[in-house]
């Protein structure tokens, strides 16, 4: 069995459970193909029964389903994402994560290559899973959240109140929705008093250092090829400069680079995100945008998390 086999085994039979009759829509584009197959390989061994929807190329970007696409995913127990990472796909991708929980539980996997299937996908989430509890437990009701790295960042917010989750790869409750590779606890922090700046590394797969500037929860000033690019496909909607989701990554294999669904989990970073709050937060949008920060200090209520980049508490 090659390692892809082995990981594509793992997210289908530990991860999302798939179940003898259950209906598993695959939706891949041709880069992605080789995954896809394993992908169906699995969830056929398992006794499902699996659609493969190829994404072609000639039809991208794609900003919303057919309506035969919207029959397929709402009668999917299981919707499984891969496809390559695109701007102008986010609203398509927000429908299916939305549409996908509803109808079942969906597996997001945008720019998954082979190589983070076969480094990150198959292992042991135990420990991922006990250090994102112990974090979890240490921010959660913090009413002072406070980052800052040596690039500039600096942004004070609270968490009070709002609800936490622990990435650790298991997808197999109905109206659940993840990502492989895992490892990531995230929430969304309080819109009102979120105010400060954030110097980030990478945006939504776009390499090159940015800034945002928030007031209230709000984006108001930014600069960065990256953040401009993110700010052009938002337009006019306001919903899309909201803060959505503060994250940090718990994932020891994972690594900083141009992947967003990689970067992301790379233990001791955090990202926030604009846009969609995923129910955590007050905001509702199409939107969802990524913003890496890496050499982080975090500290909540005077406790200090994160230092440079070093995960600390004990």
Request: net charge positive; aromatic share 6%; proline share 3%.
């Amino acid at each position: 069995m090659t390692k892809l086999s082995k990981a594509a085994k793992r997210a289908v039979e530990q991860a999302l459970k798939i179940k003898k009759n259950e209906k598993v829509l695959l939706v891949t584009d041709e880069q992605k193909l080789p995954i896809a197959k394993e992908f169906a390989r699995w969830a056929d061994n398992r006794g499902a029964e699996t659609t493969t929807y190829l994404m072609t190329e000639p039809l991208r970007p794609i900003s919303k389903p057919t309506s035969l696409f919207m029959q397929m995913i709402k009668k999917a127990d299981v919707t499984i994402y891969m496809l390559e990472s695109r701007i102008e796909e986010k609203s398509f991708r927000g429908y299916m994560v939305k549409e996908g929980a509803r109808a079942g539980r969906i597996l997001m996997m945008p720019g998954i290559t082979t190589s983070m299937m076969e480094r990150l996908v198959d292992v042991d989430y135990s420990g991922m899973a006990r250090l994102g509890e112990k974090i979890m437990k240490t921010l959660r009701n913090c009413e002072q959240v406070h980052v800052t790295n040596p690039h500039g960042t600096d942004i004070t917010f609270s968490v009070k109140g709002r609800d936490w989750e622990n990435d650790k790869g298991n997808i197999s409750a109905k109206g659940s929705h993840g990502n492989l590779p895992a490892g990531e606890v995230y929430t969304a922090p309080v819109e009102k008093g979120f105010t400060g700046k954030i110097v980030l590394s990478l945006i939504d797969d776009k390499i090159g250092r940015g800034t945002l500037i928030f007031k209230d929860g709000t984006l108001v000033e930014w600069k960065g090829k990256g953040v401009n690019q993110i700010i052009k496909n938002i337009g006019k909607d306001p919903t899309g400069r909201i803060i959505g989701e503060f994250g940090i990554g718990t994932n020891r294999g994972a690594k900083i680079c141009k992947n967003m669904l990689e970067a992301e989990k790379a233990f001791g970073t955090v990202h926030f995100a604009i846009g969609d709050s995923y129910g955590m937060g007050k905001n509702k949008s199409s939107h969802h945008y990524d913003a890496l920060v890496e050499k982080v200090t975090l500290v909540a209520n005077g406790k200090t998390i994160l230092k440079n980049g070093r995960i600390v508490i004990k």
